[in-house]
């Protein structure tokens, strides 16, 4: 489905009807008793949103047109019944660089029943339970949550992958999870149960042919191995608990996780399945002058969950770290920490890295604030094969200055900062891998006039690299926004002009905010970015020009 310029008006055309309709809703719940009113109030805001995008010298990195429509009513019934709904139509969804369709919908009702709360969850949605068992991954399904004093249970379910044919490696099976959790407690001591299980949908996508044994090849130069994607299951169960003592001077909290994970079942056997457990615990000590902090982490190699979106597994980190107040004006702040793999001991080498990191902040005086930070990292693998070997270390330090002269003065601020930073690999197989690189920048906050403020920035970096010597990157920036029409009108403009090695990038972007009535706004925003330079050594691709315009439409009720 393609959208043109008339289409894109045309929606936000019908958003703002349908805002105007919306409007009249307050005249309309005047009219009604006092005691209706009472009953029900509905809150919320909807709009609509139309962008034209164009480029000239490379490949499009968008579609050509977008257009969306949102909705979020909230109707509360006798302060009992609160649903807040969420509504999104998109065309990025139909577009030919889109994979999936992103329309989404929630329904959220909630409400209290002898003094236990209830709230579920229909249509699209996220959680977190935990790092180690889910977070971060959308389900397009139902969930219902319940407590009662200390006492709260909730489950949910549903979608979390389409059907999806993507070649080697960027297909999926359309996958289902199913989650739970109990928990009892408070502030001061709790403890909770997690039970998850996911499944691919083996006969969500064609089955494999005949000659699947090897890899076979639809075109020319493509090949398709059809067991990079297989259909997984995955069951995880975990306990999580907290406590507080002494006070709430001392915090410990700690997760214990164990997964089960197949990742063909089609397999005949059990070679593709595994089991693993993580471990993660957390303490902490905390007086008014001081806090000191540690912990321990250990995923096996084995362990997956089909809920977290992003996980490295086979590893296990110690840390600990404090801070410490010195008068009102000065803090520090140190951590350490240890990460190494190999935890089943089936590799050659151990990669270990260590992560050092320190920050100093002072107030020399009531408007001058100082700050001082520094960051080392190493990683080593101690293999005896060059071509093997890590030998990595980078070191970071920074220092801020920032000097606040307050609203009334014409410069209100003015800050400069600088940052050190150099890597490199004592592997002999690596010396080109060094890299140096020295940063500052410098902003000020000036009010040009009682409804203009500007924002000029530079800054420069000097990098220096084995390969190609020192290079230097400038960079320009100007921010500038007005209000007028008695603060009804916000106008923003921001543009940045960087020069590198003969490479000129220029971008500048326009903004402005109408706000038509108390509940009504009118938004358009304008954005292009110039590029003149070389050619990029992969693509080929050289001088470009982009452009971006937005107009969108958006009413509170």
Known sequence: MQWTLRDLSLLVIVSASIAGSAAAQPALQDSLSSNAKRLWTLTGDLGSVGEVYRISGRENRRPNQTGRMFLRPTLTLANRLTI???????????????????NQYLINPSWTWNATRYSARIGDF???????????????????????????????????????????????????????????????????????????????????????????STEVGTAVNPYAVTPQENLVVAAWGHMNLMN???????????????????????????????????AR????????????????????????????????????????????????????????????GQKAATTVRYRYVTSLSLRPTRLWAVSFSGNYVTMENGSTNDSARVAFSAWILGMNHAIAFGHRSRVQSVSLGYTAQA???????????????????????????????????????????????WRRTMTYGLALQHRGAGNRLMSTMASSVSSAAGDVSVTTTLGS????TRSNSLELRVAWNRFRGAADATTGEGNYDEYTNRLGWSHRF
């Open 423 to 469: 890597s490199g690999d004592d592997n002999p197989l690596r010396d080109n891998s060094d890299a140096e690189s020295h940063t500052v920048n410098i902003r000020a906050m000036v009010r040009a006039l009682a409804s203009l403020s500007a924002s000029p920035s530079i800054g420069f970096t000097n990098v220096h690299t084995t390969a190609q010597g």
């Open 513 to 516: 905010r109408y706000a038509v």
């Open 84 to 102: 807040r709904s969420e509504f999104l139509l998109s065309t990025e969804g139909s577009s030919a660089l889109a994979r999936h369709n992103i």
């Open 248 to 282: 709430r001077q001392l915090s410990l909290a700690g997760e214990l996780s164990r997964s089960s994970y197949t990742r063909d079942r089609r397999a005949a056997d059990a070679g593709s399945g595994r089991s693993d457990y993580a471990l993660d615990t957390k």
């Open 126 to 216: 996220s959680d977190a339970y935990t790092p180690t068992t889910f977070n971060g991954v959308q389900v397009r399904g139902g969930g219902l949550a319940v407590q009662h004093e200390r006492m709260n249970v909730s489950v949910l379910g549903g979608r979390t992958k389409p059907a999806t044919q993507g070649g080697a490696d960027g297909g999926s099976y359309r996958q289902t999870l199913v989650a739970s959790r109990v928990g009892y407690g408070d502030e001061r001591r709790a403890l909770s149960a997690f039970l998850l299980y996911a499944s691919d949908d083996g006969g969500s996508l064609p089955a494999l042919p005949d000659t699947a044994g090897a890899i076979d």
């Open 285 to 344: 000590y905390r007086r008014k002058q001081y806090e000191l902090t540690g912990g321990y982490r250990r995923i096996g190699p084995g362990y997956v969950s089909l809920g977290v979106s992003s996980m490295h597994s086979d590893q296990q980190e110690l840390l600990a770290g404090g801070a410490v107040r010195i008068g009102r004006r000065t803090s520090l702040r140190a951590q350490a920490s240890r990460q190494n793999d190999n935890l089943a």
